[in-house]
């Protein structure tokens, strides 16, 4: 079967590095791909926002698949349009997307179907906005309602800087926020395939937000993961699944707006049980990179299923029990304004060193790769230990010629309970 795999970033090409395997895989295509991307699937020159070219594409080359992996293409209704030119598309419509396109929304539903989550105010305005601060003890969490790409959350330590994230989500047109209580306790990710009434779980992994060594500094959209996050126990991981993800299963359902592909739950471990803290619509980044790297057997079925709506129907994921951990290369100026176009060199040496090097935001210049985004590699290792996978991501780390930086201490919460 052919398949058509949206997006661009290390996410996208650790998806394609999986399909690439599939025993059912006749052409892999992708747009708008970049240079990793390129070395398992056809790029094709496609305008993603196009819908319908998307559609006619998918007609000409017998693409019984399209893969959606970013979030921007499922909130503006792509794989509502190609669903109704009679594609099979993995990825959710656009009005479920809102779980990840609207903090508020998702708020709102929890609230309704009495899902645990931080207490929270929706605000529309600067002034009630400041207002509806008091309320809230320090720190506090302010969140931009649309989509941010993992950058539009603020934990504030006193009132002023909490003023002032408001103030410049309300600085942009058509600004809205959400004001949310401080959960104390570390976070997990936890990953569900569902086709908007079958559950199958598929894995988890823990992120590491901030920008710098020993998470000081401002969000970013991922510096690294590892996964399994065994700090989401067997027992834990049900309780999320129960409480969490199929009561927002069954509420999607119950509003007509079925969700239908990877609902990642961003969790947080508070003393009274698992709680939400937000959704994604989409695998997460770089969480993607540790999940296919421990994921054995084959992608595909799976995700065709998730597509057809008959999940139920195929055998449930297997994972390797080794730890796999990655390490995010960012640019120079990252979070902030990357420095773009600077050649990278060695990743061959990495590869051969023993990681898999999926590339995020890279270009060919020439016969050059080089950075064009802030968010430029993933170097992922697998071991048996957080400790082992470490450090054999490290040695990839090293033996690149990169022009930018990565954070040094990714897996340290795993691997001081490791020592323990």
């Given at each position: 079967?052919?398949?058509l795999?949206?997006?661009s970033?290390g996410?996208?090409?650790?998806l394609a ?8 895989l006749?052409t892999l295509?992708?747009a708008p791909?970049?240079?990793g991307?390129a070395r398992?699937a ?5 305008d993603?926002?196009?819908?319908a070219?998307?559609a006619r594409f998918c007609a ?7 893969v ?13 349009d190609?669903?109704a ?13 809102q ?8 708020k709102?539903?929890c609230?309704?179907?009495d899902?645990?989550?931080?207490g ?5 305005d600067?002034?009630g ?11 506090v ?6 989509l941010?790409a ?21 600085d942009q047109?058509?600004g809205e926020?959400?004001?949310e ?5 570390e976070e997990?990710?936890l990953?569900?395939?569902t086709d ?21 500094g ?19 991981e049900?309780?999320a699944?129960d409480?969490?993800v199929?009561?927002t299963?069954?509420?999607?359902a ?10 990642y ?10 709680k ?5 619509a989409?695998?997460?980044?770089p ?6 790297t ?9 995700l ?5 709506g008959?999940?139920d129907?195929v055998?449930?994921?297997v ?5 796999s951990l990655?390490?995010?290369m960012?640019?120079?100026g990252?979070?902030?304004?990357p ?11 990495a590869?051969?060193?023993g990681?898999?090097?999926?590339h ?8 050059d ?5 802030g968010?430029?590699?993933a ?8 400790r082992?996978?470490?450090?054999a ?5 090293d033996a ?11 897996g ?6 490791e020592?323990?």
């Amino acid at each position: 079967m052919n398949v058509l795999l949206i997006g661009s970033g290390g996410r996208e090409h650790a998806l394609a590095w999986k399909l690439a395997q599939s025993a059912v895989l006749d052409t892999l295509y992708a747009a708008p791909g970049n240079p990793g991307i390129a070395r398992h699937a056809t790029i094709v020159p496609l305008d993603i926002a196009d819908h319908a070219a998307v559609a006619r594409f998918c007609a000409e080359t017998r693409v019984s698949l399209v893969v959606v992996g970013p979030e921007a293409p499922l909130v503006a209704g792509l794989a509502d349009d190609l669903r109704a030119a009679g594609v099979a598309v993995f990825g959710p419509s656009a009005a479920a997307a809102q779980l990840e396109g609207s903090k508020g929304y998702t708020k709102d539903l929890c609230r309704e179907a009495d899902i645990p989550t931080a207490g929270y105010v929706r605000v529309t305005d600067l002034n009630g906005a400041i207002a509806a601060l008091s309320p809230f003890s320090l720190p506090v969490v302010i969140k931009a309602d649309g989509l941010a790409a993992g950058k539009g959350v603020t934990i504030a330590m006193d009132r002023a800087e909490a003023e002032a994230a408001l103030a410049a989500i309300f600085d942009q047109p058509g600004g809205e926020a959400v004001i949310e209580e401080f959960l104390t306790g570390e976070e997990a990710s936890l990953f569900v395939l569902t086709d908007g009434v079958h559950l199958m779980p598929f894995g988890s992994a823990q992120d590491h937000k901030r920008v710098g060594d020993g998470d000081v500094g401002p969000n970013t959209g991922g510096m690294g993961a590892y996964s399994p996050a065994r700090v989401l126990t067997p027992a834990l991981e049900q309780q999320a699944i129960d409480t969490i993800v199929r009561p927002t299963v069954a509420a999607m359902a119950a509003r007509g707006t079925p969700y239908s592909g990877v609902l990642y739950a961003g969790l947080m471990l508070t003393d009274r049980g698992p709680k939400l803290i937000e959704y994604n619509a989409r695998f997460g980044d770089p969480e993607c990179q540790v999940l296919m790297t421990r994921l054995d057997g084959d992608l595909l079925p799976i995700l065709l299923a998730v597509a057809q709506g008959r999940l139920d129907t195929v055998t449930p994921p297997v994972f390797s029990a080794a730890t796999s951990l990655t390490v995010v290369m960012a640019a120079t100026g990252y979070p902030g304004t990357p420095v773009t176009g600077q050649p990278i060199g060695g990743i061959d040496r990495a590869e051969a060193a023993g990681t898999t090097v999926f590339h995020a935001g890279t270009r060919n210049a020439g016969s050059d790769v080089v950075t064009a985004g802030g968010r430029v590699l993933a170097v992922t290792a697998t071991g048996d230990t957080v400790r082992a996978a470490q450090a054999a991501a490290y040695r990839g780390v090293d033996a690149l010629d990169f022009p930018g930086f990565c954070r040094r201490d990714i897996g340290w919460r795993e691997i001081a309970r490791e020592g323990e």
